[in-house]
């Protein structure tokens, strides 16, 4: 990476991608040179998410084609590994609420002790912070209008998957 520049990565599953995801990759972009979405992909999980890995790409690359300096790539194996490869300064994570500060301090003291960079957490916006992938697959399952909880491009591969 050129001297002076900053890479965050901003991990996760995004089963699907939510509008709270786009709010802190939008923040990260002002913090940093460039952000990595990372979707994580591991083989053995791959059977427990709703969306591929192909869909989860395409949706992310498409929900985020108006922010400069930010793509979307795949994490194949450890966060820290992928991290160093880059040569990513910072992970960035979102913090809704204290059970993701309590699941995610140990990710990020773990991914520090594998030799990843720091993880820096940012406050959830007031109005993302009811959101998960989870409830918004729960709602679209049972029929549910999700178009103000998801990117546009997400919404039909979202409600394709379900058959709703
Ligand atoms: O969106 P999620 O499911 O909350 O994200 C979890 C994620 C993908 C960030 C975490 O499972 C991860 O980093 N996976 C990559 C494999 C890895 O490095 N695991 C050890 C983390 S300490």
Do not use: W
């Amino acid at each position: 990476m050129p001297a002076g520049e900053a890479l965050a990565v901003c991990p996760g599953s995004f089963d699907p991608l939510t509008l709270g995801h786009v709010d802190v990759v939008e923040r990260a972009a002002g913090l940093f040179t460039r952000v990595v979405l990372g979707v994580a992909h591991n083989a053995d999980k791959a059977g427990r998410h709703l969306l591929s890995l192909e869909q989860r790409l395409d949706t992310a690359r498409a929900s985020l084609a108006h922010l400069p300096g930010v793509e979307v790539d795949v994490v194949p194996g450890l966060l820290a590994d992928y991290c160093r490869r880059r040569g990513a300064t910072a992970i960035v994570r979102g913090l809704r609420n204290g059970t993701d500060l309590d699941a995610e301090l140990p990710m990020a003291l773990l991914n520090r002790d594998l030799g990843g960079p720091e993880t820096v957490f940012l406050a959830a916006a007031p109005g993302h912070a009811h959101l998960s992938s989870s409830l918004v697959k729960d709602v679209a399952r049972h029929g549910g209008d999700v178009s103000a909880l998801v990117p546009a491009p997400v919404l039909p591969v979202l409600v394709a998957a379900l058959g709703t």
